[in-house]
């Protein structure tokens, strides 16, 4: 079976990887759907204020997800890939370095809580939910899986782990029971995808008790992770520190409103991350075997997030009216806030595709800097906004933040290049230039 042809991608290579992109994607989309129907149900259920109170207890964890995650899994996909007979150690010591990252995060958490609470949610709720840091080390057999290119296994785990996730949720509103059985049930979201995640890699003469730590190795990793943990910090605060500033600002019930978008619009933002993760072997081969192709596919993967994120995001902003028709009457005139929000997502694409770039180059540090230079805008814009536009506000403060980073990178000498060629893909200029040459 022939798939279409990327330019930059060679036929045998990218059909192994499109395949592997698109068991992904099955498994993803179907997750998405579940996900937004039950999403909607719960919302509807609590109404604005109670979804303020629990989107603020977990946006609240996710600030400290990049800490727990040690910024590893890509390195752990990178290790995989150049020394795959160290397969067990390489796990083994990603695994333990998360979990003790995990246990760290939960006494962090309560600090930065107690500075800054999240208005009108309750500490316990918070507690209750930091122990996902723990229980998400799992995803080391996620990293090992899209090394091999088999996420296939994993769509398996998540389709399975989101069904039961949705029976839950839709048993609590069904029994009518009160918001803490919902903070528990986003716990059991993750500790339901780890036992799939175990039992998925102990199949075919894997065991995961033959994981071992390598104290040399969790230097070698630690060292060149560690601006991706400040990196990923910084993501989550430009990413989510909006929803916190909402709820402070403009109250609760605006945050359980302004949630819904928040959810709307990132529940796309998978879509570039699967392209990538199982197009980044390719792209690592290109790197190693001949410079000019690994050019052309970079420019191509930029070429694939616009192609992807503009038509989407065209088709949300006029339809925004219609999609809050799922929601109760109250949620109605967030709607006009999701048509700006969703743009957003376009710089999202580019971001994640810039992003593996700059794993492949080892320009590590500049990931810090450019999403430093994002979290600060957000978080000044949404001071400035917020109290004079509401929840509008913080979605403009969002989209500038977005955009700001492929701007910044046009005036870093190592990576201007890549600036041009996002912007090339942007404006459609690499498009019409391939027109052309037809």
């Known amino acids: 079976m022939n798939f279409i042809i990327i330019p930059g991608f060679d036929q045998q290579a990218f059909n192994k990887y499109f ?17 937004l129907i039950v999403s909607i149900s719960v919302t509807n259920y609590l109404g604005r204020a109670n979804s303020g109170i629990i989107s603020g207890s977990i946006t609240y964890i996710y600030f400290f997800s990049a800490i727990a995650a040690l910024g590893l899994d890509q390195f752990i996909v990178k290790e ?30 309560y600090f930065a809580f107690y500075f800054y609470p999240a208005k009108s949610t309750p500490y316990n709720y918070v507690f209750i939910l930091s122990f996902i840091g723990i229980v998400q080390a799992f995803t080391v057999i996620d990293a090992y ?30 029994f009518k029971l009160p918001l803490i059985y919902f903070v528990y049930a986003y716990t059991i979201d993750f500790l ?52 916190i500033m909402v ?52 420019q191509h993967l930029y070429d694939l997030m616009v192609y992807l994120s503009l038509p989407f995001a065209l088709i949300i902003t006029f339809a925004s009216p219609l999609i809050y028709k799922l929601y109760k009457p109250e949620f109605a005139y967030a709607a006009p806030t999701l048509s700006v929000h969703i743009w957003s997502g376009v710089f999202v694409f580019l971001g994640t595709a810039s992003s593996q770039y700059l794993i492949a180059e080892n320009f590590i540090k500049l990931t810090f800097i450019r999403t430093g230079f994002g979290a600060i805008v957000n978080i000044v814009l949404n001071l400035l906004l917020i109290p004079k536009m509401g929840i509008m506000g913080a979605a403009i403060a969002t989209l500038a933040a977005y ?31 391939k027109v052309l040459k037809r």
């Open 80 to 109: 995989l890939h150049q020394f795959p007979e160290n397969r067990d150690q390489i796990l083994g010591t990603s695994f333990w370095l998360k979990v003790v990252a995990g246990f760290c995060c939960i006494p962090l958490i």
């Open 145 to 174: 899986f899209q090394s091999e290119v088999q996420s296939k296994y994993i769509m398996q785990v998540q389709v399975v782990g989101n069904l039961l996730s949705a029976a839950i949720k839709l048993l609590l509103i069904y």
């Open 19 to 35: 395949k592997n992109t698109g068991m992904l994607f099955i498994g993803r989309v179907g997750s998405l759907f579940i996900k």
């Open 192 to 243: 339901i995808l780890s036992i799939g995640y175990y039992f998925t890699y102990q199949r075919k003469n894997r065991n995961i008790f033959n994981w071992s730590f390598n104290y040399t190795l969790a230097k070698k990793l630690l060292k060149f992770s560690w601006p991706l943990i400040i990196s990923g910090i910084m993501v989550s605060l430009y990413m989510k520190i909006d929803q």
């Open 247 to 298: 709820q402070n600002i403009a109250g609760v019930a605006e945050a359980g409103a302004y949630s819904t978008v928040a959810n709307l619009s990132e529940a796309w933002n998978f879509i570039p991350v699967v392209i990538v993760t199982s197009l980044f072997p390719a792209i690592l081969n290109a790197k190693r075997d001949d410079v000019a192709r690994y050019k052309r596919r970079i």
């Open 403 to 433: 955009a700001s980073a492929p701007i910044l990178t046009l005036f870093i000498p190592k990576v201007r290049d890549q600036g041009v060629m996002m912007f090339k893909s942007l404006f459609l200029i690499s498009l019409f230039q």
